[in-house]
């Protein structure tokens, strides 16, 4: 269960879900003073660090904020940052020791700023909602209870030894616990943050690679470039406009007419003419995100035998490559396991572990369907939240597919929910009748963060209330396995069971999608869909 | 005239107070706010219960509307669920809306007025058939169609114009979506004042101006027009809060920062705070538009008194 | 109040429910409902009534007729769909999405590969519908509640005049997103409820208003007199002359409403799926705009003209009323 609190669902295009990544291993190079602009969104919370928990946010955090790890753009894996070295013997008690680092308002990072920081995130009365990133650090439960008030301020488990080392005490065995502090939720805070909260939340002060220099809420946000960045992934460009667009289509339109030079997700209907109109300034890079169709397995209607059957027989009724094609124009790849495919093969991703069941059969859907009872109560009705992304492209597009392959029309409706508040609202409360949309992105590239968060029992992000013993059995060996191919065979194994009784549909790995402007050079995206924009030249 | 300014504004306060608690309850009925607010995971119930006792939702709504009113009367509007103070958010959307209002008006005022002289004073000739077939066209089709078209011919297509308004938003980048935002009403300021000239032109009074062989200029601008604008001026005043409160749809496509986008956001997010102080901020002004277009009226029209 | 025929209270327009129902209020108010009775101009002999004058000149009028031509026809395509479209709209091929027209689909295919035309045609009753009852639903509460306003007067037209004065207020739009967002029910009563709650005070308005100029007729007096109840009053002698502009408005507000349906869908919170309608498709087709603009303009179109059909049939029908243009 541990490693369920590392975790969060991401609402798929539109991903809401934090995003702390970078570049590693810059070299400098040419340096610019060019600024571009880039689309955003409204941050959904005050910019503090443990406090952002969607995309939008995370995409300040990342380019003003360096955390003791940091997530490697192309593979995703965590190397050592601000972090001289994080070192433990027994997989409980770490010694994290520090470079010579700085704010950018001149003032050094030192233990304490990281203690005071992850003190301040943990404490309930701060309200922060990513506040179960602290959760294995020892007196978490006195700092942060789940119900009443609590008894403690700070952690009892963080202690500082002097400006560079600190140590931190889990309170239990985690041995991938060093992977997890590239999330900005870990990312140190000035003093500045406890004595100007207020003006420092108008205009936060960190120590990444660029400065904020104005932020006009709800409109834009510009970022100027550090010169005395003391980290390698010094900005190539001279800052960042970020602006804010209600609607993605319209910052394409921009883009295309000259007015902005960086958008980073490029909507599903423009893709059709996307290569057209940008040629090779387009990108198209996978991410570590899977889209699924999440059942309620507390329904009964849903839960009963020969209830896999069904679900199998949804899932074969299915067209990916059709959707994927038609819809997604190759931003998406048809899904064979549960996982993702940046995961790479070491790392546990499984090609064609779903076998048949993801292939689209419709005679054999319509068989398995029937053998298991029948659609409960005649119709599925897919729910999502109609007011971000292109949820509804795919989702009217997945019902015709069932609906083809049926042979019945209304076998299959989309259910609209008007604001993702209520969508998340009604699956916080078990309300679903039928199926919904989930997606999940990755926090860090391994087999077991697209698994145990999302099928075993009683996670909190398992919104389908899903339990298998067998699964939960072979996830909590794995867990406890050191030798790695070992564990990843276990790991493949639960997903087998997963597979075997259709917990969930797998749909498509997701791409991350972008274009940019004549003006821009060398840009990417990284495995959590995010430009790398320190390393983007202007010209 | 004092005594009716006086009843007239006694009579606001039950209207005003009955539209934001009606707002207040609309608002209530979307639902908690805290579940969205953590991604999409269930929030911690530690800090969802927090978040509930801060925000006052753990209150019963009437409570909460008495604290909130409580608060408005004091200048504070509340926070959005963002840390940042509506009344903050305020000042930036207000001026933005505004400006796209007032240009809106503006081209009400000019192209519709125009048109409606122009048609009124020749009633059955093609340019009347026209241009009053055209505003059946700009009424019919929704607003957003228009826009969007607008927005593909003039800002991707031609080129002619920035497909979105810049943060800044100067009026020049507001013409277009001024005019989309005003259409509609456009369409019915030429026809009403198609109309009101036509009826006028048959009264007695400009009979009697032709007659004295006033020139024909004099008589349109000094005697007709001024007589029949003043259903046409009742309409636009009555008009700037439906531009104000209307311009979701168009702030939208052309991502305006103004007041429409951040109902829009409040709506999407349930930030109450948000919704209720902005709506809040409209009933105002609907309210003493609509009193200052019936003070309008006596001005305009020395035959009414008001008691 | 004022002491002249200029209420200000009726220059009070709403907010948001587009222009043309606050306008069609101030004009329509200006009607003078005609008494009931040998007041007619033509031939003496058979008595004739102002609705007889207006069918008599509206049969003439060509406006009206093609208006009502129209009308009939989508009454008829609502009820009948299949007479005119094969194929069910609910049938699609994702393999032909975004493709032109082809055999069997004159108005090409949409993104999701759905027939257009076949959808455009069935689109038509909800759309239809949801005009129809909406218009309905806030006739029937706004002329009641006018009308008991604008008969009665005094304190409960106070009350029920602020309460009027209280539903305007609030932006329809915005009323529609706040309520709307949260219903799950894919059904068409939520957007029809929700138009009736925000629309009624539209018609509540011009009801008290010609109830009110109709209660100061002579007859009503005389009925009065002699002894009549005030149901008998209100009920024969005054809602047969207060009637005609509620009609007048109630038309162009049905086009109205058909329109506001499709903005609530561009908006998300209109109607769902599967009910087939052109705010459905027109907000469904709205971002494929430069790829498939035939997806979009042909349900816009057919909204269009729809709208038109109703506002236009409302103009004549009110040119044919008003006393002062015969």
New interface residues.
Partial sequence: MRGTAL?????GAGG???VATGCGGGTGGSVGTAVLSSSWG?????LEPANT??VQGGKVLDMIFRGLKRYNPRTAQAENWVARSVETTDSQNFTVRLKDWRFSNGEKVTARSFVDAWNYGAS??N???N??FFGYIDGYDKV????GTQSADTLSGLRVVDDHTFTVRLNQKFSGFPDTLGYAAFAPLPRAFFTHHAAW?DKPVGDGPYTIESY?????MTLRKWDAYPGPDKARNGGVTL?????NN??Y??L??G?LDLVDDIPAAQLKNVRSDLGNRYINTPAGIIQTIAFPHYDPGWNKPGSQKVRTGLSMAIDRKQITRTIFRGTRTPATDWTSPVLGLAGGYKPGLCGSACDYRPAEARKLIKEGGGIPGGQVRITYNA?TGSHRQWVDAVCNSINNALGNGRACVGNPVG???????QI?QHKMTGPFR??WQMDYPLIQDFLQPLYYTDA??NDGKWSNKDFDRLIDRANAETDRPRAMADFQKAEEVVRDDMAAIPLWYQNGSGGYSERLSDVALDPFSVPVYYAIKVS | MGRYVVRRLL?MV??FI??TL??FL??N?????V?????????????A???RR?FGLDQPVWQQYATYMGNVFTGDFGTA????KVT??MS??FPVTIRLTLVAIVLEIVIGITLGVVTGLRRGRPVDTGVLLGT??V???????TG??L??LL??RW?WI???V??AAPVDELIVPGLVLAS??L??VT??TR?SIA?NRRSDYVRTAVAKGLPRRRVVVRHLLRNSLI?VV??I???I??LM??A??T?????I?GVG?????G????NTQT?VGF?TV??LV??VA?LV??LL?AVL?P????? | M???P?E?ER??????M???M??AA??ATTLEPAPAGPLGTGPVGKPRSLWSDAWRDLRRNPVFLLCALVIVFLVFVSLWPSAIASGSPLTCDLARSQDGPGPGAPFGYDGQGCNVYTRTVYGARTSVTVGVLATLGVSVLGSVLGGLAGYFGGVWDAILS??T???F???????G???L??VTSNTVWPVIGFMVLLGWPQISRIARGSVITAKQHDYVQAARALGASDTRILLRHIAPNAVAPVIVVATIAL?TYI?LE??LS??GVGLKPPSVSWGID?SAA?PY??NAPHA?LWP?GA??????AF??LGDAVRDALDP?LR
């Avoid at chain 1, 942060?144 to 119900?147: A, D, L, V």
């Avoid at chain 1, 006009?216 to 834009?220: F, L, N, R, V, Y």
Wanted: glycine residues 10%; aromatic residues 8%.
């Fill in positions: 975790a969060r669902w991401a609402a809401l879900a934090l409204d941050p959904q919370n005050p928990n969607e309930l009365r309200n922060q909602k506040a179960y942060h209870p789940g119900s939340l006009t809420k709800g409109s834009q602006r804010v667009y209600t609607d319209t910052a339109t921009d295309m007419s007015n007011d604001t993702y508040a209520d969508y998340r609202n916080g989930s997606g909190s992000s | 009579q039950p209207v009955g539209s009606l707002i609309m608002v009925v979307m639902g908690d706010p579940a969205g607010l953590c991604g999409e995971r269930a929030c911690d119930p530690g800090t219960a927090q978040l801060e669920f963002n840390g940042q903050e958010l930036t959307a059946l066209v009424i019919s089709v929704p607003t957003f169609v969007l078209l927005q593909l800002g991707v080129g920035r497909p979105s810049s943060p509609v009403s369409a019915y026809r009403l109309t009826e259903p009742t309409f005043g009555t008009d809060g439906a409160g209307g979701i749809v702030e939208r496509i052309f991502n920062h986008y951040q109902l829009y956001q709506i999407l997010r349930q919704v709506v409209l009933v609907f309210l609509n277009v019936d009226y029209d035959r009414i008194r008001y008691a | 004022p002491e002249q200029y200000p220059a009070i327009a709403g907010t948001g587009g222009g043309a606050d306008l101030s004009e602020r309460i004065d209280i539903f207020a609030i932006p329809v739009v915005l009323g997103l706040v309520l967002s949260v086009g329109a499709a903005t561009y908006l027109i709205s705009i430069r979009l816009s909204l269009a003209v729809t709208v038109l506002i236009m002062k």
